[in-house]
T-cell receptor, first 111, second 114 residues
Framework: KQEVTQIPAALSVPEGENLVLNCSFTDSAIYNLQWFRQDPGKGLTSLLL?????REQTSGRLNASLDKSSGRSTLYIAASQPGDSATYLCAGKAAGNKLTFGGGTRVLVKP | EAGVAQSPRYKIIEKRQSVAFWCNPI?????LYWYQQILGQGPKLLIQFQNNGVVDDSQLPKDRFSAERLKGVDSTLKIQPAKLEDSAVYLCASSSLVSYNEQFFGPGTRLTVL
């Protein structure tokens, strides 16, 4: 059974600092790993999706890496801004298109 | 392209009452998912439909939860009777068979059971 863990549960950084968010998963037989952003009271917005055959994906200030052998993914957000404050969730996709989510990391970027 | 629609956005009920949530997926998306997200946790899949058939309902508490997608388009999730521990955000998501990998999420329904 896939288990996904995100540590820390909360993170506070000053504006301009780079953010590093960690995600670990127990079953390396994932099809892909997806990172989401969730704002308070809102649904989930997909940020990046890394296929199992890929090592990383980039979009603007966001970069996500995937290491299946160690069961880890990392989301990097460069030059953080107050607007980056949100909860970030990672999810691994297994057979049947089933997503298993981590508990999320709540990020606060202070001006 | 319109996103996934959910209603209501908020619902407050007393325990032992019944409640229903509605989801309209993105047009053309064959697969529809209902997730439960308890405060401070990640979403947990309750049920997955492909068209009007159930693919996975292994984590659905079937003694009180039910869901249907009769015409393979919109879906209803019902809780009867509700318990205090059902307080959560209920998220609906959909995906197409073409872009099989990516799920698109609605804004969710926040349920409070008193």
């Amino acid at each position: 059974k896939q288990e996904v863990t995100q540590i820390p549960a909360a993170l506070s950084v000053p504006e301009g600092e780079n953010l590093v968010l960690n995600c670990s998963f127990t079953d390396s037989a994932i099809y892909n790993l997806q990172w989401f952003r969730q704002d308070p009271g809102k649904g989930l917005t997909s940020l990046l999706l890394i296929q199992s055959s890929q090592r990383e994906q980039t979009s603007g200030r966001l970069n996500a890496s995937l290491d299946k052998s160690s069961g880890r993914s990392t989301l990097y957000i460069a030059a953080s801004q107050p607007g980056d404050s949100a909860t970030y969730l990672c999810a691994g996709k297994a057979a049947g298109n089933k997503l298993t989510f981590g508990g999320g990391t709540r990020v606060l970027v202070k001006p | 392209e319109a996103g996934v629609a959910q209603s209501p956005r908020y619902k407050i009920i007393e325990k032992r009452q019944s409640v229903a949530f509605w989801c309209n997926p993105i047009s053309g998306h064959a697969t529809l998912y209902w997730y439960q997200q308890i405060l401070g946790q990640g979403p947990k899949l309750l049920i997955q439909f492909q068209n009007n058939g159930v693919v996975d309902d292994s984590q659905l508490p079937k003694d009180r939860f039910s869901a249907e997608r009769l015409k393979g388009v919109d879906s209803t999730l019902k809780i009867q009777p509700a318990k205090l521990e059902d307080s959560a955000v209920y998220l609906c998501a959909s995906s197409s068979l073409v872009s099989y990998n990516e799920q698109f999420f609605g804004p969710g329904t926040r349920l409070t059971v008193l």
